[in-house]
């Protein structure tokens, strides 16, 4: 579809550049045409002319043809010429107009294949289960329960599902709306629900500098992140969260341990519903694919900087960097 849109594009580009090449050259031959004629005119008028009109006259005639001519082949060579470089141009202008909407195209076919796939297999678990059940009919009270508990369970994926297309789906077509947010409050609020007995996560650098953001986007950023590391690393590990505030520059950073992401799972980490292997995403550790997607789509919309180090078997890092409030408010002074 997009190679076929690529050379009709193409296709108008070069229309429109041969007609306007068409047209500057019937310009320039109409006004050089009348200006040899001009010149022949003048030099018509001279007694030298006169004096020698039959033999002048075809000469004159001929000059006149020949010049013509030459200025035909030269306009037909140069404009042969701008077609050629024009189509190359053209092609390449198509390209690249084209890419960004071919790469929408192609992120929004895929993101509907995987969100179809991840709402079918819960509800065909469901399904399943359901139809079994009413099968048997010397099922029990106690077996129900336990089929109730299972459909219950798909419900909640389905909601935690449901609930992130929408929070994604609502980010990528509306704004944010900034206020002054202090970093150290969001991030108690953050792990004390995360985290209520106050054994896994570490809160350093207490910073009182406060950033231009939404306070329920920086603390719905900040569990995603936690969440993440938590869900990643050994359960007697601890999750160090640093409060930063260097120069201009305002954020923090979550470090934990644990297998650490691949280099070449890097680059993707913040695409939907990527999941770096299927070893990491078993278990409690299951998870969609969204999380980091929509922390990274917060942070845009924030005017901020996202991002992440980490090797396998080493310290994974997430560092956030948001819009410091001091800094605006200098840059209003000035």
């Given at each position: 579809m997009f190679r076929s849109a690529t050379f009709k594009l193409t296709s108008w580009y070069l229309a429109i550049l041969v007609a306007v090449c068409l047209l500057f050259s019937v310009i320039i031959y109409t006004s050089a045409s009348r200006e040899v004629a001009a010149r022949i005119d003048d030099w018509q008028a001279t007694p030298l002319y006169k004096l020698n009109e039959p033999r002048f006259f075809a000469l004159r005639e001929q000059q006149q043809h020949q010049a013509e001519a030459n200025?035909?082949?030269?306009?037909?060579v140069a404009n042969i010429a701008i077609w050629t470089l024009g189509g190359i141009g053209s092609y390449y202008l198509a390209r690249r107009t084209l890419h960004p909407i071919e790469e929408a195209h192609e992120a929004q076919s895929r993101f509907t294949?995987?969100?179809?796939h991840e709402l079918r297999t819960p509800l065909a678990s469901m399904k399943t289960e359901i139809e079994?059940?009413?099968r048997d009919p010397d099922i029990t009270k106690k077996e129900l329960r336990e089929l109730l508990k299972s459909n219950l369970e798909e419900v909640d994926k389905l909601s935690r599902l449901s609930h992130m297309l929408l929070q994604l789906s609502r980010l990528?077509?509306?704004?944010?709306?900034?206020e002054k947010v202090s970093l150290l409050d969001a991030a108690r609020s953050v792990i004390d629900r995360l985290d209520k007995e106050g054994k896994r996560i570490e809160l350093t650098g207490h910073s009182s500098h406060k950033v231009l953001a939404n306070r329920s986007s920086v603390e719905e950023l900040m569990t995603i992140l936690l969440?993440?590391?938590?869900k990643y690393s050994p359960e007697d590990s601890k999750v160090q969260m640093n409060l930063l505030a260097?120069?201009?520059?305002?954020?923090f950073e979550i470090i934990n341990e644990g297998e650490g992401i691949p280099a070449e799972s890097?680059?993707?980490?913040f695409d939907r519903f990527y999941r770096v292997d299927s070893s990491r995403s078993t278990g409690s550790k299951k998870g969609y694919g969204l999380g980091l997607s929509l922390a990274k789509k917060i942070v845009e919309l924030s005017g901020g900087e996202l991002t992440v180090s980490s090797a396998p078997q080493q310290v994974t890092t997430f560092s956030v960097f948001l819009q410091s409030l001091s800094k605006n408010k200098a840059k209003s002074k000035t």
């Open positions: 200025l035909i082949a030269s306009l037909a294949s995987d969100a179809s079994v059940a009413l990528d077509h509306s704004n944010i709306i900034l969440d993440n590391a938590l260097k120069k201009q520059l305002t954020g890097l680059p993707h980490i």
